[in-house]
């Protein structure tokens, strides 16, 4: 298991300032605001026009895919549900650190005003009952720098994610 404080660590933050923009938008700031249940703190992160987002399902088929975020309302009221859905679980460690973890961007490409990023996670929140989470998935995000920062436009998101394959 990583430090945690290796795993929130920004590793772009010395070299790249587009990069480690994305990076604080897709696992800082996005983490902080699940942890919270707090939308309005990623809230601007998106390009509410352009957005939607494809449900791999964790399968590996792209046939078996399906547009499961239409629009940004539509992913707005599932990320809120699942935000409660955490908020409303006792936790038998620290799970901001545990998330952190178990998420892993390093691989960001840039080209021009677009970015795609690969978000992995393979990792275990632990719960007070001694059952877990199961963090074993990733997201391809699609971004556009737009109004003088980097946004997000869409994603393909709960892709299958092979054990330890996360780096």
Not at 124 to 146: F, P
Request: hydrophobic letters at 40%.
């Amino acid at each position: 298991m990583q430090d945690p404080t290796d795993s929130q660590k920004n590793p772009f933050a010395d070299r790249d300032k587009d990069r480690a923009e994305i990076w604080e938008m897709l696992v800082r700031r996005d983490i902080d605001a699940f942890v919270a249940a707090d939308w309005a703190r990623v809230a601007g992160d998106f390009d509410e026009t352009a957005f939607f987002g494809i449900d791999a399902q964790k399968k590996p088929d792209p046939d078996d895919w399906k547009l499961g975020f239409p629009d940004l309302e539509t992913y707005r009221s599932e990320w809120l549900r699942q935000a409660a859905d955490f908020a409303g679980t006792e936790f038998a460690e620290d799970a901001r650190g545990a998330i952190f973890n178990a998420t892993r961007l390093t691989d960001i490409e840039i080209e021009g005003a677009r970015a795609i990023a690969r978000k992995k996670f393979d990792g275990r929140i632990m719960k007070a009952d001694g059952s877990e989470d199961r963090l074993l998935w990733q997201t391809l995000y699609h971004c556009i720098h737009k109004d003088g920062r980097w946004k997000i436009c869409g994603f393909t998101g709960y892709l299958p994610n092979q054990p330890g394959t996360a780096s």
